[in-house]
């Protein structure tokens, strides 16, 4: 069964820290990987798109790692903002372009 | 550029009655798709438009949920009747085709409630 798995579920940091989110995937076959972010009561929006050639890949003070062998990826945020509170969903594409959502983690960023 | 439009932003019904949504795309924006999100988990997807043809409904309650895209641009998805494990957030979003890289858009969402 195609599964996207993050940890941790939540997280607080203080503002100006640095913190990593993880996430697992068994889909199979896999097309590509993304990470969103979604603010509270709006809808995601796109952070990354990795496909399985691409190990790391930046927008900002976001930073998405990727290993298709171990069918790990990680979310490192820099220099964290208030702003960046938010819940960052991994999202796996696999057969046929359907993409299989984790549940996110939750990021609580307080002064 | 506008974004993906959804309205109502927020709904509450009473179980068994019906209600709809409505979503205008990004313009030109081939692929639309409709997600149920239920608080504390990810999307998922219920339907897929390809213009107006429907791409994948495989997770769509048909015996309450319908969806149209007659025109190949906007999109309704409408509950009849609706029961209390319905509440949650419909979200729509769109992209210019079905590219396995394509990137998703986004709307804000509708919050239904079933009381």
């Known amino acids: 069964k195609n599964q996207v798995e993050q940890s941790p579920q939540s997280l607080i940091i203080l503002e100006g820290k640095n913190c990593t989110l993880q996430c697992n995937y068994t889909v199979s076959p896999f097309s590509n990987l993304r990470w969103y972010k979604q603010d509270t009561g709006r809808g995601p929006v796109s952070l990354t798109i990795?496909?399985?050639?691409?190990n790391t890949k930046s927008n900002g003070r976001y930073t998405a790692t990727l290993d298709a062998d171990t069918k790990q990826s990680s979310l490192h945020i820099t220099a964290s903002q208030l702003s960046d509170s938010a819940s960052y969903i991994c999202?796996?594409?696999?057969?046929?372009?359907?993409?299989?959502f984790g549940t996110g983690t939750q990021l609580k960023v307080e002064l | 550029e506008a974004g993906v439009a959804q309205s109502p932003r927020y709904k509450i019904i009473e179980k068994r009655q019906s209600v709809a949504f409505w979503c205008n795309p990004i313009s030109g924006h081939a692929t639309l798709y409709w997600y149920q999100q239920i608080l504390g988990q990810g999307p998922k997807l219920l339907i897929q438009?390809?213009?107006?043809?429907?791409?994948?409904d495989s997770q769509l309650p048909k015996d309450r949920f319908s969806a149209e895209r007659l025109k190949g641009v906007d999109s309704t998805l409408k509950i009849q009747p609706a029961k209390l494990e319905d509440s949650a957030v419909y979200l729509c979003a769109s992209s210019t085709h079905r590219a396995s890289n394509e990137k998703l858009f986004f709307g804000s969402g509708t919050q239904l409630s079933v009381l």
């Open positions: 990795m496909t399985f050639s691409e």
């Open positions: 999202v796996v594409s696999g057969r046929g372009n359907k993409l299989t």
């Open positions: 438009f390809q213009n107006n043809g429907v791409v994948d």
